[in-house]
């Protein structure tokens, strides 16, 4: 699982400042939307999910925003943490008739 | 990891034998898949599985097969390992092909 983060495009924040991470997805008829983290070592964990009804939803430190217009999705993390430095992906289904699709991943990387 | 198993965590093969990698669920859900994750590449669909005995291909089907004989338990075999097949390879659960619960990965290399 180290290799995970080679070539990916990384983000790194003060720790307390807010995070923004962003994803384009590809398919315009996608309707359900989902970001996962995966730390170090690990598998893919649930965050966040959104359907293209909606254009914010929000978590527990978390906000996800969707942008139907320009297919963009955004991840917000609220005060981040040491803990939240991971790798970010986002992902996006036809109503689950497809598989889900995974974007590459951000890495986040939390300045203590 | 949301009651999934996956066996072995690590193994080390060599080009042409053989490998079955396991994944074990105890959540009794329907939907059950294989990902590979390698850099530059994310994650993509080995296969997956809508039922018992129910199997289909993903984006990334060539050189894989799989088995569902139990709702718990989906196998994954590679029938003659390459070396590009040496990644790490995730199954995940999903009661509504939606949500995906991920297991914490085998990592494979074929040398």
């Known amino acids: 699982g180290e290799s995970v983060g080679l070539h990916l495009p990384t983000l790194s924040v003060q720790e307390g400042d807010n995070s923004i991470i962003n994803c384009a997805y590809s398919?315009?008829?996608?309707?359900?939307f989902i970001w996962y983290k995966q730390e170090s070592g690990k598998g893919p964990q649930f965050i966040i999910d959104?359907?293209?009804?909606?254009d914010k939803r929000q978590g527990q430190r978390v906000t996800v925003l969707l942008n139907k217009t320009v297919k963009h999705l955004s991840l917000q993390i609220a005060a981040t943490q040491p803990g939240d430095s991971a790798v970010y992906f986002c992902?996006?289904?036809?109503?689950?008739?497809?598989?889900?699709?995974f974007g590459k991943g951000t890495r986040l990387s939390v300045i203590a | 990891d949301a009651g999934i198993t996956q066996s072995p965590r690590h193994k080390v093969t060599e080009t042409g034998t053989p490998v079955t990698l396991r994944c074990h669920q105890t959540?009794?859900?329907?939907?059950m898949y294989w990902y590979r994750q390698d850099p530059g590449h994310g994650l993509r669909l080995i296969h997956y599985?809508?039922?018992?005995?129910?199997?289909d291909k993903g984006e990334v089907s060539d050189g894989y097969s799989v088995s569902r004989s139990k709702t718990e338990d989906f196998l994954l075999t590679l029938e003659s390992a390459t070396s590009s097949q040496t990644s790490v390879y995730f199954c995940?659960?999903?009661?509504?092909?939606?949500?995906?619960?991920f297991g914490s990965g085998t990592q494979l290399s074929v040398l």
């Open positions: 959104i359907r293209s009804n909606m």
């Open positions: 599985s809508y039922g018992v005995k129910d199997t």
């Open positions: 992902a996006e289904t036809l109503s689950g008739n497809t598989p889900l699709v």
């Open positions: 959540e009794n859900h329907r939907y």
């Open positions: 995940a659960i999903s009661e509504s092909k939606l949500k995906l619960y």
């Open positions: 398919n315009s008829a996608s309707d359900y």
